[in-house]
């Protein structure tokens, strides 16, 4: 096994080198304990009041807020006539990172969405144009990558398909992250070719279109029940159907993830993504008619986000005119229903085509979203019990309000460039008289 390594972070610590043994990671955790300790000797004298317990974080977070401070002020209104300024959106941000942080450092969210986590703080610390904030989600990426890679040493004896393509999510994420191990991924390749389209994506896309007949989770009992049936295996209780636009978006990302990590989870990325003509032309909310509205707008986005490999890439809205309208005519509607998680979507999805601070649909779910902070910095129902609804929407009103460091107008897959312009070629024929 092989830990492969990563660039100094800010405090000038090497978090990873190559190591020949097993040994390596407790060797480099305890190298990292040592460093950080030292960190936190330091930030306790300057703040005797900081208590003793994760110290780590403490120091972490203080250098961020300090680096946060020194940087330039911006307190000119972000466009004439706005509510808020650059600080107030900057600070903003920096209180939800911080939600997010302290949340997932609890071990029950963590054990339970690590690989989430790990993942948002890696690609959010790639991509965000502000430096302090880039690498205050370095450092807490980092961080939490360590922790995963403790946790998640070896593919458990019968795994299933669901458990290996979260592992390959936590394994590249934390990669991303330069804290890498050769042999978890090693077992993951090996294990991954075990599993069929339908036990990784609920369909098979090589032969049918996204279905209508898989069911949710049982609300009741969190049973995960086979496609098709109706009732609960376990409680007989009548089971909720997922959308077709649902399916699809989560096969979508699955196979994405799959790529990312060269080890394919039931399909290729280029094989689900055919199947988008099929979810296309969109319905609008219409007066919450539409039931599959919420649904097709995530389908939407994340055909942006992994075409655009997670706000990296500026994206043609010909090579998506159909998303692209949809996106933009749905802002209003998530601000009519007070959609905070679904609003921050629609707002990084068209930035990455092209839309900024001069563009209504931003000014108007910009505002939207910074009125709306919870005093806790989170966004969304401080009620939910589940930390996926807690740690989502304020992922997503951090990603919707943040500028972005985009790396030119590319497509994630180059390959695919003209089959989304094919698509769209057909699209013009049908709407242009
Ligand atoms: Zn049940």
């Given at each position: 096994m092989a830990l492969r390594a990563a660039p100094a972070n800010h405090a000038g610590i090497k978090v990873g080198q190559a190591f020949p043994t097993a040994l390596s990671l407790e060797f480099l955790v305890l190298k990292k304990i040592a460093c950080l300790l030292l960190i936190f000797l330091c930030a306790s004298l300057a703040r005797p009041?900081?208590?003793?317990?994760?110290g780590d974080a403490r120091a972490a977070q203080h250098k961020a807020s300090v680096s946060l401070q020194a940087s330039r002020r911006d307190a000119r209104p972000l466009w004439p006539g706005a509510r808020f300024n650059g600080d107030d959106r900057r600070r903003a941000i920096y209180r939800g990172m911080r939600f997010i942080y302290r949340g997932a450092r609890e071990p029950e969210n963590f054990k339970e969405y690590g690989e989430d986590l790990v993942w948002w703080f890696g690609v959010t610390s790639g991509v965000m144009r502000d430096p302090a904030l880039r690498r205050m989600a370095r450092r807490m990426g980092v961080e939490l990558a360590l922790r995963w890679r403790r946790e998640h040493r070896t593919v458990p004896r019968g795994a299933d398909a669901d458990t290996i393509a979260e592992l390959v999510s936590g394994d590249n994420a934390a990669s991303s992250l330069?804290?890498?191990?050769a042999r978890l991924k090693e077992q993951l390749r090996f294990a991954a070719s075990r599993f069929s389209a339908r036990e990784y994506l609920k369909f098979d896309p090589l032969t049918e279109p996204p279905p209508n007949d898989v069911p949710e989770e049982c609300e009741y009992d969190q049973t995960e029940n086979?496609?098709?049936?109706?009732?609960?295996?376990?409680?007989?209780r009548p089971l909720a159907m997922k959308s077709r636009y649902d399916v699809w978006y989560d096969a979508l990302i699955t196979a994405y993830i799959g790529e990312r990590a060269r080890i394919?989870?039931?399909?290729s990325y280029a094989d689900v993504l055919k199947w988008l003509p099929s979810l296309r032309p969109y319905r609008g909310r219409e007066q919450d008619a539409n039931t599959d509205f919420i649904d097709s707008v995530y389908a939407a986005t994340h055909v942006v986000y992994t075409l655009n490999d997670y706000s990296r890439y500026r994206l043609s809205p010909r090579w998506l005119p159909q998303e692209y309208e949809f996106l933009r005519s749905s802002v209003k509607e998530a601000v009519a229903i007070g959609d905070t998680d679904m609003l921050g979507e629609l707002l990084d999805s068209l930035k990455s085509f092209g839309l900024t601070d001069a563009d209504a649909e931003v000014r108007a779910g910009t505002e939207f979203l910074l009125a709306r902070q919870n005093l806790d910095g989170s966004w969304g129902d401080v009620d939910e019990d589940d930390f996926y609804d807690r740690y989502h929407p304020t992922e997503t009103a951090i990603d919707g309000l943040s500028d972005y460091a985009w790396q030119g107008e590319r497509i994630n897959f180059p390959q695919l460039k003209p089959v989304l312009e094919k698509w769209a070629a057909g699209h013009e024929a049908t709407t242009t008289p």
């Open positions: 009041h900081s208590s003793s317990q994760h330069g804290v890498r191990a086979p496609r098709g049936a109706t009732v609960c295996a376990v409680c007989h394919k989870l039931g399909a």
